[in-house]
């Protein structure tokens, strides 16, 4: 079982829907880093949390420390967010070791 | 503007050769880190420096090798002892290293290589 796991591997969208893409994990974390890869491979940062909720326009993420789960939301999905999401977590380790999840791969249609 | 600069972009390399990927950072950053992406894996350590003159392993770091003699590069070379090098490769930093407290990894656009 992989330590990092998201879902769902694949989505297609059409553009306006409403999205989630969730992210669960097995292991103690400091926190949780959603990151967007573009389709030429680059990858920048979206959001990085330890708790709660945190919000950027029309993308939100949550992240349940219990439950050990987090969600990235995006609302009015539109073409140009087609991307691989991917969850990634900061282990409590020595070293900032991350894990990253496989990725889910998102197309919107317009 | 700061940022990660990878390159090449697009790299070949014929059986049994050594060739080394450039990554540069003008961040200010103490921690890099080189990861290789397989598709549907996930990102994999191969191998990561927290401050100059210094590096570590990561999970994969058999047949690359690296050096960390600027804290604005750290460059990667894939040797002919790495079988299945056909991958593409993102380095990364971070402000800081060890002890860090969730700091966050800035990524370049990576180098995607393939055997001829």
């Known amino acids: 079982k992989n330590e990092v796991e998201q879902s769902p591997q694949n989505l297609t969208a059409q553009e306006g829907e409403f999205i989630t893409i969730n992210c669960s994990y097995s292991v103690g974390i400091s926190a949780l880093h959603w990151l967007q890869q573009h389709p030429g491979g680059g990858i920048v940062s979206l959001f990085m949390?330890?708790?709660g909720k945190k919000k950027h326009g029309r993308l939100i993420a949550t992240i349940n420390i219990q439950e050990k789960h987090s969600s990235l939301h995006i609302t009015a999905s539109h073409p140009r967010d087609s991307a691989v999401y991917i969850c990634a977590v900061l282990l409590k380790t020595s070293y900032d070791k991350v894990i990253f999840g496989p990725g889910t791969s998102l197309s919107v249609i317009p | 503007d700061g940022g990660i600069t990878q390159s090449p972009k697009y790299l070949f390399r014929k059986e049994g050769q050594n060739v080394t990927l450039s990554c540069e950072q003008n961040l200010n950053h103490d921690a890099m880190y080189w990861y290789r992406q397989d598709p549907g894996q996930g990102l994999r350590l191969i191998y990561y420096s927290q401050i100059v003159n210094d590096f570590q392993k990561g999970d994969i770091a058999e047949g690359y090798s690296v050096s960390r003699e600027k804290k604005e590069s750290f460059p990667l070379t894939v040797t002919s002892a790495q079988k299945n090098p056909t991958a593409f490769y993102l380095c990364a930093s971070s402000e800081a290293g060890t002890g860090a407290s969730n700091q966050p990894q800035h990524f370049g656009d990576g180098t995607r290589l393939s055997i001829l």
């Open positions: 949390l330890s708790s």
